[in-house]
């Protein structure tokens, strides 16, 4: 490299150093702090930074601030989580490009091993909101919350500061690698995450085409046919932890990844609903599939799930008024 080159790189460090220590602190703190609040906003490389140009005796700041951020957007996703409840996880899992199996796996995780997914929720994409909503829709004190959370946040960001600081030298190849090929390499980081993007993407609508065929019954009508005597079995495929907060009358919980419940040969002419708490009625509908191929052709998905019929339970004492 020449030494003009060099001179170059080493004022690039200096000014980011500097930035760092200027600012350093308020800039870690934002940044983790729009992270963790779900933005697509990635804190882990800003941390590696600080970590690299600190060196070991400058990470107390950055620690301290980062955690503090963590701390602060956890709670808030903790009491909205059980003010919001099951509510709030659809609306998360909206955002992410795996909206059918988002709150499936994350309620499965939390419900396997408990608070403890708090200390390593960060390091699992989208899992950190999820975890902290869980905590609190699960009811947990929020002084064990605030106590695993703290622990997790400090692994968490205590794992970015140490590989900063451990590839210290590393820094140097990089900033170099930018200098050098830095609108290349950006383009092409973009156009392969581009691609993962549209590949998850159409993969989803190639699932939720097979899914169309499907019926569809809304609440009204669910509703109607109770009224007419018209019994259905219902089924609800939501996680234990939300179907223990409420269900529809009558439902039978069924674990979307257990065999087949089983049910009375009679039933094979029966009307049945399936439920859940996931955008386009994804989990449902893939219950319902199987059924349907197990010789229940009388079988729905209910459209809106869950939230749907306590949105219509809502409203009926307005409507009565």
Known sequence: MSRARRGELE??????????????????????????AGLPVPAYPMLIAAGALGGAGGWAVPWLAATA??????????????????????????????????????QRLYLRIGVRALLVCKFLPGAGALSTVMAGLTGT???????????????????????GGLFH??????????????????????AVLALYILARFLRRRILLRSLRVIPRLSVDELMQWRQDGRSPL???VR????????????????DLK???????????????????????????????????????????????????????KRAAPAQGA
Not at 87 to 103: A, P, Y
Not at 172 to 189: P, S
Not at 261 to 272: G, Y
């Open 239 to 254: 996680p234990e932890a939300v179907r223990d907060e409420q269900r529809i009358p009558g439902a039978i919980a069924v």
């Open 169 to 190: 030298n590393v820094v140097n190849d990089v900033l170099e690698i930018l200098g050098t090929y830095g609108a290349m390499g950006l383009g092409v980081l973009a």
């Open 11 to 36: 004022d690039s460090m200096q000014d980011i150093q500097l930035l760092l220590e200027q600012y350093g602190g308020w800039l870690v703190f934002a940044n983790v702090l729009v992270e963790q």
């Open 69 to 106: 951020a963590c701390l602060l957007a956890d709670t808030l996703w903790y009491v909205a989580g059980r003010r919001y409840g099951s509510r709030l996880l659809g609306v998360i899992c909206k955002m992410s490009l795996s909206q059918d199996s988002c709150i499936r796996q994350t």
């Open 234 to 236: 219902v089924f609800d």
């Open 258 to 312: 257990a065999p087949l419940p089983e049910l009375d040969p009679n039933a094979l002419e029966s009307d049945i609903v399936v439920y859940c708490a996931c955008p386009n009625e994804v989990s449902a509908a893939l219950l319902a599939s199987r059924l349907r191929a197990a010789g229940y052709p009388n079988t729905w998905a209910l459209r809106g799930g869950y939230e749907a019929w306590a949105e219509h």
């Open 141 to 163: 004190a929020y002084r064990r919350f605030l106590l695993y959370d703290l622990v997790g946040s400090l692994i968490w960001v205590g794992s970015a500061l140490l590989l």
